[in-house]
């Protein structure tokens, strides 16, 4: 029995034998250079590329080459024996040292079979050179192949598998195998490091840099490297992810680094912006000072002068009526006592006249005790509000007997006019002595410890720091928000009810009331006024009666005149659809101080709070 080397075919004659190495091993040894189709002829392969791969055949300018096998030509038939196809060592070998072992057993068949060949007679190669014993012989070849093919070629396949698996490695976590166990430990510390790097945005299809190239070659896959670090991506579209973080990141760093880099655009213009914001810090600041009366531009004397110089200027005041109305100016403010100029006397007399025979609408009136109207001057026009509603309250205290004594001493001059109230300079420096004293320091601190000289706003804290320290009992109550409709404070309105009827017990109040309480000093923002008395109309309805320091004394004193006295009320009377201000405080005097409770009221006012409503 003869057997194939190749195969493990075995038969019975020599003839056979050659004839089986000539079609089985020589003229089937065509392989197709772009897929692992193998172990076919030249035509079958032929067709195959036809049909299977026909983009490469037009996309190409050259066809694939393919090597026809030795045994195309009767010539090289006979020698096909000798010397086999090219494509058995460079396609079917993967590595350098599988092509040289399948060399050496080529070159051992080939010994082989010439010695088979020297071992016969001259018959032997007419046998093979005879047409009509090789026809025969072709055509027992292929029945035995039609029956036999398949199995020769897992026969084939099996036995060049067993010979690749000698010495080498599997991978455990892919089927990748490794000729040598260096090469294979690289190629799992790769799978590990693949692992390891999943789990960032852009890093998830990016794995750390293969830095050997066995461990590239042996990855199996398309990689790409990041051109500015060591990372190594899965894909193009994860790589431009991760460069654009790189971009991203640099820009971000550079912008930083030219913001606070002298000289930059960048850095002028924050620079540029920032004087900016400083310049109108600072002129918003001297806005306020100035709105405030805190420019250091001089208080009621200086501004008096200034204006009696316009009105020189203008050629309403002569020079010599200058110089004498500057001189009595400096008189009064020497004696501290107001010049009497912008006031008006008897205004809550005439109210009460005329309520007692008129207004048929009111159900009821409240009136305070009497108290006379002080409007404002050229001295402290848009800022006095608040010293002319004192001086309108102590007008007021001089009339009522538990007030009056509290009040002697009040002005430096020897012998005082009844009913004398200090002039607005000197009021400044009395609210600067209760600061002394010790009340309302937070409120000190805001004016620099200062009144005098300048044209200072002041409030109902200040009010609360005089009648302290003039030992008069004090309330301030803060209307915070509004609690009615349309912005309005019917809580303000019941308030100042419940004041004026505390004056008096009597079940059935009469439709006229004249209470001898002082009238309340009422505070918003940017201006003060102050009560003195409240309608009540037939409807439940309430109107205070309000005295402004705005209104001038001509408007004031028609009050004093029974013609005139309807038509002037109506800038008295002030319903609460009128007061529409978000916050309102009111200053609400109530008896007199022992020194025990002055000195409670002065420590208590170091965090001067007031009654809030609600």
Same mark, same amino acid.
Request: neutral net charge; proline residues 6%.
């Given at each position: 029995?003869?057997?194939?080397?190749?195969?493990?075919?075995?038969?019975?004659?020599?003839?056979?034998?050659?004839?089986? #190495?000539?079609?089985?091993?020589?003229?089937?040894?065509?392989?197709?250079?772009?897929?692992?189709?193998?172990?076919?002829?030249?035509?079958? @392969?032929?067709?195959?590329?036809?049909?299977?791969?026909?983009?490469?055949?037009?996309?190409?300018?050259?066809?694939?080459?393919?090597?026809?096998?030795?045994?195309?030509?009767?010539?090289?038939?006979?020698?096909?024996?000798?010397?086999?196809?090219?494509?058995?060592?460079?396609?079917?070998?993967?590595?350098?040292?599988?092509?040289?072992?399948?060399?050496?057993?080529?070159?051992?068949?080939?010994?082989?079979?010439?010695?088979?060949?020297?071992?016969?007679?001259?018959?032997?190669?007419?046998?093979?050179?005879?047409?009509?014993?090789?026809?025969?012989?072709?055509?027992?070849?292929?029945?035995?192949?039609?029956?036999?093919?398949?199995?020769?070629?897992?026969?084939?396949?099996?036995?060049?598998?067993?010979?690749?698996?000698?010495?080498?490695?599997?991978?455990?976590?892919?089927?990748?195998?490794?000729?040598?166990?260096?090469?294979?430990?690289?190629? *799992?510390?790769?799978?590990?490091?693949?692992?390891?790097?999943?789990?960032?945005?852009?890093?998830?299809?990016?794995?750390?840099?293969?830095?050997?190239?066995?461990?590239?070659?042996?990855?199996?896959?398309?990689?790409?490297?990041?051109?500015?670090?060591?990372? *190594?991506?899965?894909?193009?579209?994860?790589?431009?992810?991760?460069?654009?973080?790189?971009?991203?990141?640099?820009?971000?760093?550079?912008?930083?680094?030219?913001?606070?880099?002298?000289?930059?655009?960048?850095?002028?213009?924050?620079?540029?912006?920032?004087?900016?914001?400083?310049?109108?810090?600072?002129?918003?600041?001297?806005?306020?000072?100035?709105?405030?009366?805190?420019?250091?531009?001089?208080?009621?004397?200086?501004?008096?002068?200034?204006?009696?110089?316009?009105? *020189?200027?203008?050629?309403?005041?002569?020079?010599?009526?200058?110089?004498?109305?500057?001189?009595?100016?400096?008189?009064?403010?020497?004696?501290?006592?107001?010049?009497?100029?912008?006031?008006?006397?008897?205004?809550?007399?005439? #109210?009460?006249?005329?309520?007692?025979?008129?207004?048929?609408?009111?159900?009821?009136?409240?009136?305070?005790?009497?108290?006379?109207?002080?409007?404002?001057?050229?001295?402290?026009?848009?800022? %006095?509000?608040?010293?002319?509603?004192?001086?309108?309250?102590?007008?007021?205290?001089?009339?009522?007997?538990?007030?009056?004594?509290?009040?002697?001493?009040?002005?430096?001059?020897?012998?005082?006019?009844?009913?004398?109230?200090?002039?607005?300079?000197?009021?400044?420096?009395?609210?600067?002595?209760?600061?002394?004293?010790?009340?309302?320091?937070? %409120?000190?601190?805001?004016?620099?410890?200062? #009144?005098?000289?300048?044209?200072?706003?002041?409030?109902?804290?200040?009010?609360?720091?005089?009648?302290?320290? @003039?030992?008069?009992?004090?309330?301030?109550?803060?209307?915070?928000?509004?609690?009615?409709?349309?912005?309005?404070?019917?809580?303000?309105?019941?308030?100042?009810?419940?004041?004026?009827?505390?004056?008096?017990? %009597?079940?059935?109040?009469?439709?006229?009331?004249?209470?001898?309480?002082?009238?309340?000093?009422?505070?918003?923002?940017?201006?003060?006024?102050?009560?003195? %008395?409240?309608?009540?109309?037939?409807?439940?309805?309430?109107?205070?009666?309000?005295?402004?320091?705005?209104?001038?004394?001509?408007?004031?004193?028609?009050?004093?005149?029974?013609?005139?006295?309807?038509?002037?009320?109506?800038?008295?009377?002030?319903?609460?659809?009128?007061?529409?201000?978000?916050?309102?405080?009111?200053?609400?005097?109530?008896?007199?101080?022992?020194?025990?409770?002055?000195?409670?009221?002065?420590?208590?006012?170091?965090?001067?709070?007031?009654?809030?409503?609600?």
């Amino acid at each position: 029995m003869l057997t194939c080397a190749f195969c493990g075919e075995e038969m019975m004659l020599q003839e056979d034998m050659k004839t089986h #190495l000539l079609l089985s091993h020589m003229e089937n040894a065509s392989r197709c250079p772009l897929c692992s189709l193998s172990g076919v002829s030249y035509d079958e @392969l032929s067709f195959h590329i036809s049909s299977a791969h026909p983009e490469t055949q037009l996309g190409a300018q050259d066809p694939p080459h393919i090597t026809p096998p030795a045994g195309r030509s009767a010539a090289a038939n006979t020698q096909s024996h000798k010397s086999p196809p090219s494509c058995w060592a460079q396609d079917s070998c993967d590595t350098d040292a599988e092509a040289t072992h399948c060399t050496d057993t080529i070159d051992c068949h080939k010994q082989d079979i010439s010695s088979k060949s020297q071992a016969s007679s001259t018959g032997e190669t007419a046998t093979i050179q005879s047409p009509r014993r090789r026809q025969k012989a072709v055509a027992l070849s292929n029945k035995n192949n039609k029956g036999f093919k398949s199995e020769h070629s897992k026969a084939k396949q099996k036995r060049l598998s067993s010979k690749r698996e000698e010495g080498l490695f599997s991978c455990p976590m892919c089927p990748q195998v490794c000729n040598s166990c260096e090469m294979l430990q690289e190629h *799992v510390e790769l799978h590990l490091q693949e692992q390891h790097s999943a789990g960032g945005s852009a890093q998830e299809a990016c794995s750390p840099a293969i830095t050997s190239p066995s461990a590239l070659r042996l990855s199996g896959e398309k990689r790409f490297e990041c051109p500015l670090c060591s990372v *190594v991506c899965m894909d193009s579209s994860s790589l431009q992810e991760h460069v654009e973080l790189h971009l991203e990141h640099g820009a971000a760093v550079s912008s930083a680094a030219a913001a606070h880099s002298p000289g930059s655009d960048l850095w002028l213009a924050r620079e540029l912006q920032r004087e900016d914001e400083a310049r109108q810090e600072r002129e918003g600041f001297k806005k306020l000072q100035k709105q405030f009366g805190l420019d250091g531009g001089g208080g009621y004397s200086r501004q008096m002068e200034r204006s009696m110089e316009k009105a *020189v200027a203008r050629g309403l005041l002569g020079p010599a009526e200058f110089h004498c109305k500057r001189a009595e100016m400096m008189e009064s403010l020497a004696s501290g006592l107001d010049d009497g100029k912008t006031r008006t006397q008897g205004v809550l007399r005439a #109210l009460s006249e005329y309520y007692q025979t008129e207004a048929r609408d009111c159900v009821h009136v409240w009136l305070s005790a009497d108290t006379d109207h002080f409007c404002s001057s050229a001295g402290d026009t848009g800022w %006095g509000c608040g010293y002319r509603n004192i001086q309108m309250l102590l007008s007021s205290l001089h009339t009522i007997d538990a007030y009056a004594p509290l009040l002697q001493g009040l002005l430096d001059t020897p012998s005082p006019p009844e009913k004398a109230v200090p002039s607005i300079p000197r009021v400044q420096s009395m609210i600067e002595e209760a600061w002394k004293e010790g009340l309302d320091p937070h %409120g000190a601190s805001h004016f620099n410890q200062r #009144l005098q000289g300048t044209r200072a706003w002041i409030g109902a804290t200040e009010i609360y720091a005089l009648l302290t320290s @003039l030992g008069i009992s004090a309330r301030i109550i803060d209307f915070h928000q509004p609690t009615g409709p349309d912005n309005s404070h019917p809580q303000l309105f019941d308030w100042v009810k419940q004041y004026f009827q505390s004056s008096r017990s %009597g079940r059935l109040p009469p439709r006229l009331i004249q209470t001898s309480m002082p009238p309340l000093y009422l505070q918003h923002q940017g201006h003060s006024r102050s009560i003195v %008395g409240l309608e009540q109309r037939r409807n439940g309805s309430l109107s205070l009666l309000l005295l402004d320091p705005a209104s001038p004394a001509s408007d004031t004193r028609r009050l004093l005149s029974r013609d005139t006295v309807p038509t002037a009320l109506k800038q008295l009377r002030k319903p609460p659809r009128s007061l529409k201000h978000t916050q309102y405080q009111l200053v609400a005097v109530q008896g007199g101080l022992s020194a025990e409770e002055k000195q409670r009221r002065i420590v208590s006012s170091r965090t001067l709070c007031a009654e809030r409503i609600p």
